[in-house]
């Protein structure tokens, strides 16, 4: 049973002011420095709460050369995030000078980041838990976010997706995935900002390898069943063409950093640390 956003996975063009952003101004943790285990050239970033928790983690995967998104037909749009009731003045007067967008609306604060990755803090009547505070920012835990808690998906079918999330993933009632209707004819191009997948979360390995058997069985296309060693993963596509994985929430960040030291060094799981020094001397290379 799917239990909720697992992550949310993006792309940047820069790993260095990306982090600046999630952790120095939206006061997220670094708490997995890796790097894509597909192309281990590329590096991929964790942010989340202070114990990296399944629920609050935004993943980016950096590419220098990327161009401008182009949002046509099929994408992921705003991602929405949970802050404390009453904390919406403080946070529009802290983002106000690091992003390239900025409303106040009904529903919301929006913003786009330097990659125009869309978020909205919106409020609730919850704060943070005293252990899963971060402790790097001088945001005070009464105002700092709290969880993912949902997204937008623009379709051109969205009757389809509306069944398929309804009736085969059976997605949890959370009042913030929506799926907005698109009429374009021009084809959605991957860029900077764009959303790659996102990530539902379901307690274990054995949970996960059961919805890999029930998407062999509905006839969709797998792209890929894996264990990441931090979590075990299953990627398809919906029948838009967008890219769901389903991740377990176990084993976690911490089996190779301590929770006090996670995102503090390059982690690389079991299977590429014979890899290491290779992998060490592409990312300063491409650090020039």
Known sequence: MITGIHHVSAFTK?????????????????????????????????????????????????????????????????????????????????????????????????????????????????????????????????????????????????ARLTDFATEFLALPEDGFTSFVATDSDKQTRMGRGSIDHVAYRVASKEAVAMWHQKVLDAGLKVEEFVDRAYFTSLYFREPNGLMIEIASDTPGFAIDETVDTLGETLALPPFLEAKREQIESNLKENDK
Do not use: C
Not at 18 to 30: C, K
Not at 46 to 54: E, H, K, L
Not at 90 to 103: I, K, L, N, P
Not at 116 to 134: C, K
């Open 14 to 158: 820069s790993a260095a002011l990306n982090r600046h952003f999630y952790t120095e101004v939206l006061g997220l943790r670094l708490v997995k420095n890796t790097v894509n285990q597909n192309n281990t050239r590329m590096r991929h970033l964790f942010y989340g709460d202070y114990q990296g928790n399944p629920g609050t983690l935004l993943t980016f995967f950096e590419i220098k050369r990327l161009g401008g998104a182009r949002r046509e037909q099929d994408y992921y749009g705003t991602t929405y995030l949970a802050v404390p009731r009453g904390s919406l003045d403080y946070w529009e007067a802290r983002v106000a000078a690091d992003v390239t967008v900025m409303r106040r609306t009904e529903r919301g604060l929006y913003l786009d980041d330097a990659d125009t990755f869309a978020i909205m803090l919106v409020e609730v009547d919850e704060r943070i838990a005293t252990e899963n505070a971060t402790r790097h920012t001088d945001i005070p835990a009464d105002k700092q976010i709290i969880r993912v808690l949902g997204l937008d998906w623009h379709v051109r079918d969205t």
